[in-house]
């Protein structure tokens, strides 16, 4: 609906709308990307880290196990036949209802003499080794019968006769059918103090953590049985996306409750929002050479309306002060009803989205013909996951006036950002024939005949939009970023150099950062030149400090260098700037994911070279295709 959500990828399916903000912001355009490319997004010391529409997910390079050179076993063939010999001592799941469970051939406990704390430390080491043994043999019998308390008791005597890791885990397995789950946690951590490596124990623990709401513990054991595992258990790779979710979830509340209500995103974010709509002349008698007192309402709109055309934070800031003193004071005539609309539209801008509706509400209710108040309360809408109310809105706006190229623009955006391109198309078209001189609708009409794979009449639409439009720095990002997702990296570079070039010359004082972004990512995606690309990156947030793509690119790079620690920094960095309890969610778990692999390497070193071993080319890198036009 807005200029900030132009030509993002198709949205991935809107089970969780509130992820699916109309001003799409960087964490989109990741989760979107991943979900519709099903690649890598990063790599983790071989590890990727991909978003799909249900959050954060590991994800391992594909990389096959080299035969062994020698005919001495190496140590993961050797781990191999560990593995293989536990899935025979372990405890099986409960035969189910109707099957008789297969009576292990051991011999009966009752033939075993007294195992007690003293009676054993009378026995041979041979004798513990055997009684222990068939102990064990005895408890998955009792396991596999449901009798629960009776193996329990087996394996705490096999215990008493060797201390061993299999034997700890199949007591918790039984404490597990029984829900006892600090028992769980107990037994399955003596599993792992004795072998570090073993997976069946680190899931059981886990699993317990989990039922006891300890989700980043049990996210630490998902992602370090995912790594000895090398990712081969369906469960596992799930569970971890889950519980990523749950961390985020839970460090999103304390987020949102500390954020300032009253703080604006980036000035990059507010002015692509604000020019989705066609700039209007100031209304009569607001005009700059019209003398307003500042204590009255027409006063401080006209010193909004001054603050809103600098472009920059403190000029937005200024703006968004303005509108509320505008309504204090009151007053205000005709005019009443843009105010509501432009104090409405800094509201949601800052994340209050209740309050921004309910002033959208008393705009429309004071001029029911100001149809650019029914098309911010249809962008409002979206953002929160109603399809069907800004719809609503927008047929609304139409009965107004089915002229307004502003209508068919923003519904152009709903049908996009669906993935509905043919009808986006259309209407984009319609905005065009209303009005030619608006350049996003060209420009969202060439990204969207991209999308649909007409790539030829893209390009073309974009020829002509450089020809038409030769003094306007979007026309030249946007066709940029066409020729990147196309791989066309030395004319990309043209293009974002020249857009650069343009926003120095046009606006010194409220560059628009995007270029420079584009063409760090080139430079990255083309001859992996990190130093470069995290120079023009430091570059962007220099000019926008709180430019959240900057952010999140400068956290990829990190990441692609294996420099984890300093791309957790950013991560945190964008869940702070983030708007939507969506957004922070999505680049929480982008944080948590990678604080959890430097966790998991500073708990098990022995993972660290594992990790390595399995990295084999890295990542594709996010590229273009992931930020396509979705500004």
Known sequence: MSR??????????????????????VWDRFTNWASENKALVYTIAGVAVVVTSAGVV??????????????????????????????????KSPAPAGEQPKAPTVEPTDELPEINETTVATFSDEQRREYALQLKNAGNKAYGSKDYPKAIDLYTKAILCKSDSIFYSNRAACYNALSLWEKVVEDTTAAINLDPTYVKALNRRA????????????????????????????????????LLKKVAEQKA?????????KKLPSPTFVSNYIQSFRSKPRPAGLEDDVDLPESSGKGQLQIGLKSMEKKTHEGYEEAATAFEKALEYGNL???EALVYNLRGTFRNLRGSHEQALQDMDKSIELDPSYTQSYVKRASMHLEMGDRDSAAADLEQALKQNDSDPDIYYHRAQLHFIHGEFQDAAKDYQKSI?????????????????YKMGSVASSMATFRRCVKNFEKVPDV???????????????EAIQKFDKAMEMEKQTKPMAMNVLPLINKALTLFQQKSDFAEAEKLCEKALIIDPECDIAVATMAQLYLQQGKITDALKYFERAAELARTPGEIVNALSYAEATRTQIQVQEKYPQLAAKLQGMGGAGAAGMGAGAFTGAR
């Not at 809107?14 to 992820?19: H, K, V």
């Not at 030249?476 to 030395?490: K, P, T, V």
């Open 207 to 242: 699993n317990a953590y989990e039922h006891l709401s300890q989700f980043s513990e049990s996210l630490l054991d998902y992602t370090a049985s995912c790594i000895i595992d090398e990712f081969r258990t369906e469960s596992s790779t799930n569970a971890v996306e889950r």
């Open 58 to 91: 590991y994800y391992l390079n594909d990389s096959k196990p080299k035969p062994a050179a020698q005919p001495k076993l190496s140590k993961k063939e050797k781990r191999k036949r560990k593995d293989a010999e536990r899935q025979t001592e372990s405890p």
């Open 4 to 25: 900030a959500a132009a030509a993002p990828p198709p949205m991935p399916p809107l089970g969780n709308p509130i992820a699916v903000p109309v001003q799409s912001s």
């Open 476 to 490: 030249y990002n946007y066709y940029g970023e066409l020729l990147l997702d196309q791989n066309n990296f030395d």
């Open 253 to 261: 509340e304390e987020i949102i409750k500390s954020k300032d209500p």
């Open 433 to 449: 024939d209303l009005d030619p001189s608006f350049i996003f609708s060209h420009i969202q009409l060439g990204v969207t005949q």
């Open 333 to 335: 005539g005709e005019h």
